[in-house]
Nanobody, 125 residues
Framework: QVQLVESGGGLVQAGGSLRLSCAVS????????MGWFRQAPGKEQEFVAA????????DYADSVKGRFTIARDNAKNTAYLQMDNLKPEDTAIYYC??????????????????WGQGTQVTVSS
């Protein structure tokens, strides 16, 4: 089993920054790609970013490219999402996810095996 715990959410003004963290515990050696997703009220869950185990491959949703940066520190078993130039439309609950068994990055939530409980990000205008 793998457990994921997000932190770092909060309330920020438009144009501000936040850094989300996702701490991984349990069978951490089985985790390969990791991803971030978000869900705004009344909307479907959407892909935000993903990163390979080594960190040398990343993928971003078009809506966050150039503003968000995904990273990971395997020594600390932690993934990060640096969010800059935040916009009100970034308001959502943000979830981290881990994929085991396969190394390929994916934007599809069904292909991730473990999920955190989510952390709220609210951007005021």
């Amino acid at each position: 089993q793998v457990q994921l715990v997000e932190s770092g959410g909060g309330l920020v003004q438009a144009g501000g920054s936040l850094r989300l963290s996702c701490a991984v515990s349990g069978r951490t050696f089985t985790v390969y790609p990791m991803g971030w997703f978000r869900q705004a009220p009344g909307k479907e869950q959407e892909f935000v970013a993903a990163i390979s185990w080594s960190g040398d491959s990343t993928d971003y949703a078009d809506s966050v490219k150039g503003r968000f940066t995904i990273a990971r520190d395997n020594a600390k078993n932690t993934a990060y999402l640096q969010m800059d130039n935040l916009k009100p439309e970034d308001t959502a609950i943000y979830y981290c996810a881990a994929r085991t068994s396969f190394t390929r990055l994916t934007v599809y939530p069904d292909e991730y095996n473990y999920w955190g409980q989510g952390t709220q990000v609210t951007v005021s205008s």
